[in-house]
């Protein structure tokens, strides 16, 4: 297991910091953003730390396909599927990253306006 010991989202991987879970599999976890920007807010992350979407996608693409694929299972699981969602990575802090563990952010539940500010 890659983790940081102060990385926010490795902390809830490791149970230290409670997150309301909704899915996990073998090396993903998916769980509700404490601050959601809509009725359905979930965020998707690898259970190793990578700091972003970039640093995944270039050091293992059968984890990066594992977090696609749980995105897109927990749309369906949140009944948010067939209208439609936004699949967000924030990659560095112009764009708004917070976290610097990779997390796709699953946004669904009400109509989302285009393009993003
Ligand atoms: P970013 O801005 O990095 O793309 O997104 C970070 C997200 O993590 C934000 O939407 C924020 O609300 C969420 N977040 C920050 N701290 C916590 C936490 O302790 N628990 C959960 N579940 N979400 C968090
Ligand atoms: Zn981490």
Not at 3 to 26: H, K, M, Q, Y
Not at 40 to 51: A, Q, S
Not at 91 to 104: K, L, M, N, R, Y
């Amino acid at each position: 297991m890659v983790s940081e010991a102060d990385c926010l989202f490795c902390r809830i991987v490791a149970g230290e910091i409670p997150a309301r879970v909704v899915l996990e599999t073998e090396r993903t976890l998916a769980f509700r953003d404490v601050n959601p920007q809509a009725p359905t807010h979930v965020l998707v992350i690898p259970k190793d730390h990578y700091r972003d979407a970039a640093a995944l996608a270039a050091a293992d693409h059968g984890l990066a396909d594992e977090v696609l694929r749980t995105a897109h299972t927990v749309a369906e699981q949140e009944g948010v599927a067939e209208a439609g969602y936004r699949l967000v990575f924030n990659t560095g802090p112009e764009a708004g990253q917070t976290v610097f563990h990779v997390h796709g952010h699953v946004l669904g539940g009400r109509g989302l306006t285009w393009p993003p500010g």
